[in-house]
């Protein structure tokens, strides 16, 4: 895996190449190595293992996903600071089958480095949620499933909510 800075390197140089090719006169070989560097550009935002994790992860492969994110090494010189709380957001997932502390310590991570999109953020503090639930605090847990239902403006997660909320009126 490249590190983030690298991969704009490469960028740069196959651009630099390609001006060489058009100035040649070599057009087609100028246009394909501009896409070619369009992909490491694409790669510096997206993360192509992270992407290959969330494609395990809907097929429900929670090894195969963990495999994934097992070749990043070293996330905070690897991803930029979304895909970092992407990683921790799916690391919080794959640990809170097992060890709800660590969970609870990825998914905050991950909250703070920030998600993209409103309904991961959701997603992230109802499982928080729902860990504080299960170490019985009751306040903490209200108040982020509140949160929760806020950020969830689409009504993805209406149900595990309804149904969290009716678990917390049981303690």
């Known amino acids: 895996m490249f590190n983030k800075y ?35 550009v694409l790669l510096y935002f997206k993360n192509e293992f992270i992407l290959l994790a969330f494609l395990q992860l809907r097929k ?5 996903a963990s495999k994934w994110l097992s070749y990043i090494k070293n996330p ?6 979304k895909q970092e709380g992407y990683y921790n957001f799916l690391q919080g997932i794959m640990v809170s089958q097992t060890n709800l502390t660590q969970a609870e310590k990825y998914f905050k991570k991950a ?4 998600l993209n999109m409103k309904h991961d953020i959701a997603m992230a503090k109802l499982q928080l949620g729902g860990i504080a639930m299960s170490k019985r605090r009751k306040r903490e847990a209200t108040m982020l499933i509140n949160e929760a239902k806020k950020l969830d403006t689409q009504g993805v997660l209406k149900d595990q ?6 678990q917390l009126k049981k303690i």
Do not use: E, P, T
């Open 111 to 114: 909250i703070s480095l920030g």
């Open 161 to 166: 909510i309804k149904m969290m909320k009716d």
């Open 76 to 81: 905070s010189s690897a991803l930029i600071k």
């Open 6 to 40: 690298i991969k704009l390197v490469i960028a740069g140089a196959i651009v630099v190449w390609s001006v060489f090719q058009f100035v040649d006169g070599n057009i087609m070989n100028g246009i394909s190595l501009v896409l070619l560097a369009g992909i490491f």
């Open 60 to 64: 429900q492969n929670f090894a195969g």
